[in-house]
């Protein structure tokens, strides 16, 4: 059973900066696409970004150029780095995997930013 434990929410001032990171266990996801996903309160789960096994990368319009996702197969990790942050990128930010055709999901960390 793949588990996905996020970390690196937190509250930031507009402007600022935060890196969120994502540690995969019970499966090797070195091969397979991971992404973060985020939901802001009353609002459905929208993709932010992925990574494929290739390292190519997908980010939806309004992230472009402020977010980087990266990973690290070697830790079994995915990250999110996050610049130029704005009030509408505050949501709950969740990491996420396709393993064996399976959907996974991690808690989820909160990410608030202040105007």
């Known amino acids: 059973q793949v588990q996905l434990v996020e970390s690196g929410g937190a509250l930031v001032q507009a402007g600022g900066s935060l890196r969120l990171s994502c540690v995969a266990s019970g499966g090797d996801l070195s091969t397979y696409i991971m992404g973060w996903y985020r939901q802001a309160p009353g609002m459905k789960r929208e993709l932010v970004a992925t990574i494929d096994r290739g390292y190519g990368t997908y980010y939806r319009d309004s992230v472009k150029g402020r977010f980087t996702i990266s990973r690290d197969n070697a830790k079994n990790s995915v990250y999110l780095q996050m610049n130029s942050l704005r009030p509408e990128d505050t949501a709950v930010y969740f990491c996420?995997?396709?393993?064996?055709?399976?959907?996974?999901w991690g808690q989820g960390t909160q990410v608030t930013v202040s105007s």
């Open positions: 996420w995997t396709k393993f064996f055709f399976r959907d996974y």
